[in-house]
């Protein structure tokens, strides 16, 4: 018989009220086996509300009181089974430094009480708690409990797993909650449920229970999908920092995760770190799907690995034995969570794949509902699937300028493309979808000059991936309408944007598929024809394709008079008027633009009539006449100013700066130059920004800064090749002959003069008027200080060499022959 502990205080208790244990189990409302298995130590862990039924019953003071229930609790520790601590990591955790200091202050520093960690499959959050439940085992006055529910199905199989991690075994299920409750009780404790997504419902409630009963408990969770308990935080856990440039190529966690896992499979790729930042890049820093790429080592290179998965995720397979099936693939971890959703859910992730780069709410909305314009109830019901699948880790949101933007991880955008194909919906998915973009392409081209330029510019930006994919589908699906609405609409935000070749592909390609078919299934169409050869015919004159331009833009000049549309006459007449200034028709460009220029006063178009003062101003001082190109670049400069078009502003600056240069100002020069390098470069303008460089090179060449020069020309040099504007690459070539002969290299300045004859010979452009001057005294200098055979080899070299090579930038110093490509020899 005990003496001792709290059965022997309260068997003491009870005989000196009087009272035998029958009596005192009829004074508390208890059995008489439960006072009888309490004071022989039977049960040692009474509740607290066992503890204040005795207590009443046996009218103990309160020191008495106070005594008894102490008691009870240190039989009742000593008595607890411990509970259940966090497995031990199996290797480092690599690059989840800043993750571990934001969750553990605001678990440590009890700034939250529910912190969950979600984010898709793959991307770590286990092993992050795991770290995050070690960093913290010494903030908890009593210690941390581990809760794996990864292999619990049955939700009500919950309840029971928390209490076995906490060292409860009760049979009594009905009262499990209140048990656990009572086993931490006022404790400092950790709580940590991981992988608890596919019983959300249940743990959410338990949580939201034991929070409410226990004031100094604290849960960490883990999930895909938010629990939904008041009070929660949420930390979204991110992938694996990716290396943006060279510099960071070995910094980078993604690449230092590959290396360790493949080094650890006995293949070390330091030496191909660049195709591992290729990797990785690919697979979006997740770092379950690196780890799996980094077992294919074994068998495969990483350049073989890197081109794979440039096609296709499905080698992302043959995770550890000891791991769950979904951590074994990426196929398998993205379907685990794909079986948890509803079957509404489930179509509509399907439909967003069809997205690439993202989408707004509108597009979804269009491409859920199959109706141009969504109702309120159609955006209403997007707007709910949408926040269930981001709840959920499959998509993500990022909020930019005030409007949300939704993503699906590549791996996860595959997986549900899969399920689109599979259902027989891909096909109307992409209809719908090339169908929004052709909208939004429309509504954008009145914005494309104006105020709001700018907005819309980086709106077709973000949407360039999708784009492309709705311009694919109307390829691929010989959708005439379509092909010719989406490429005509983009021509102008090809040219503002630099997307000169690309542009011009598309657009070819719809032309040659409305060739080829039949004239009456052309009806009604004859105004998206006619925009499209526009478009044909600006993009191929940007790429100095002259005689190209010309035909697409005559018969665009047919097709609009065919049409009476004066506006679109007018425009054709002003890119023929182009080509012509190119070609050094200089009466011929001025013609056209004097024609394009009535047209527009005739409409009342001040848009239109500012562009044709701009361009007749840009042909008088390409010609040599200064003064009146001054004087109608300044009138059209105070109407863009006007009408707000950034674009237009930009080049009337650049033509007052480049007539403010040939005149000698160059501090005027400088200044509007480098207003109009700003611009252009806000606007992301890149015509714009090539053809300031360009100006402000030679600003500093005539200023006798050449070093500066060199580096200004070359800028431009790059910008214009990228473009594929051969006329001004021509230009810039010659102007770093000059830079190259003021500084004594000879033999290099006629490399370049030679390769920009052969540029000029091409295309079918000579040298403009107004730069006559300085290449005439330019070639003579280099003639007189070299010998003939000198001139006429390197004069040769230059003319042979490609274009790409000649613009890989102004050689060091030591460089003074140029070699068969059209490098210099060092």
Known sequence: MQGTGFGGLLRRHRREAGLSQEALAELAGLSVDAI???????????????????????????????????????????????????????NEVIGR???????????????????????????????????????????????????????????????????????????????????????????????????????????????????????????LASSRELLRVPGESVYVVPALALPYDEDQLESSAAVQLFVERATARGYDPTGQIDHVARVVRRLEGMPLAIELAAARTNVMTIEELASELETSFGILSGGSRTASPRQQSMYGAIEWSHDLLTPAEREVFAQLSVFVGGWTLSAAATVMSGQDSPGPLERAEALDLTGRLADKSLIRVIRRSGVARYYMLAVIREFASDRLAAAGMADEAARRHAHFYISLVEEAESHLRGADQGEWLERLDRELDNLRAAMAWSLRTRSVSEALRLAGGLWLFCYLRGHYAEGSQWLERALTLADSVPGSDMAGLAPAYAKASLGAGMLAFLQCEYDAATERLQ???????????????????????????????????????????????????????????????????????????????????????????????????????????????????????????ALSQRLGYREG??????????????????????????????????????????????????????????????????????????????????????????????????????????????????????????????????????RLST
Request: charged share 25%; aromatic share 4%.
């Open 36 to 90: 009888a298995a309490l004071e022989r130590g039977r049960r040692r862990a009474p509740r607290a509300h066992t503890l204040r039924l005795l207590a009443d019953a046996l009218r103990l003071s309160g020191p008495d009181r106070a005594k008894l229930t102490a008691t009870a609790r240190r039989d009742t520790e000593a008595a607890r089974p411990p509970m259940r601590q966090a497995p031990v990591p199996t």
């Open 97 to 219: 430094a800043t993750e571990l200091a934001a969750t553990k202050r605001l678990l440590g520093e009890h700034l939250t009480r529910l912190l969950t960690l979600t984010g898709p499959g793959g991307v770590g959050k286990t092993r992050l708690t795991i770290a995050l439940a070690a960093a913290l085992s010494d903030r908890f006055d009593d210690g941390l409990c581990w809760v794996p529910l990864a292999t619990i199905a049955d939700p009500a199989a919950v309840t029971p797993a928390i209490a076995a991690s906490v060292g409860l075994h009760s049979a009594e299920n009905s009262r499990l909650v209140e048990d656990i409750a009572e086993r931490i009780g006022r404790r400092h404790v950790l709580l940590v449920i991981d992988n608890c997504s596919h019983v959300v419902a249940t743990v959410g409630q338990v949580c939201n229970a034991l929070l409410e009963y226990c004031p100094n408990l604290s849960i």
């Open 555 to 677: 018969r665009a000049l047919a097709q609009y008079r065919d049409l009476d549309d004066a506006a679109g006459t007018a425009l054709v007449l002003q890119r023929l008027g182009g080509v012509a200034r190119e070609r050094g028709d200089y009466e011929s460009a001025e013609d056209l633009h004097c024609q394009s220029f009535d047209l527009y006063e005739s409409l009342g178009d001040r848009s239109g009539m500012a562009w044709a003062h701009n361009h007749l101003g840009f042909v008088a001082w390409l010609r040599g006449d200064l003064e009146l190109g001054a004087r109608r670049c300044r009138q059209a400069r105070d109407s863009f100013k006007e009408l707000g078009d950034g674009e237009g502003i930009a080049w009337a600056l650049i033509s007052l700066g480049t007539i403010a240069q040939y005149s000698g100002e160059l501090v005027e020069a400088e200044d509007l130059l480098q207003e109009s390098l």
């Open 689 to 822: 920004v090539a053809w300031s460089l360009n100006q402000l090179g030679i600003v500093e060449r005539r200023r006798g800064l050449t070093e500066r020069a060199v580096h200004l020309l070359d800028e431009s040099l790059a910008e214009h090749r990228d473009l594929g504007d051969r006329w001004r690459s021509a230009s810039v070539l010659e102007e770093l002959a000059t830079v190259a002969q003021q500084r004594g290299r000879g033999e290099y300045a006629a490399f370049l003069l030679g390769a920009a004859d052969a540029v000029r010979e091409v295309i079918g452009a000579p040298v403009p008027e107004v730069e006559k001057p300085d290449h005439t005294a330019t070639r003579q200098a280099v003639e007189q200080s070299l010998d003939h055979r000198a001139f006429r080899a390197a004069w040769s070299a230059g003319r042979a060499a490609p274009l790409a090579a000649v613009a890989d930038g102004y050689p060091p110093p030591s460089a003074d022959q140029p070699d068969r490509t059209g």
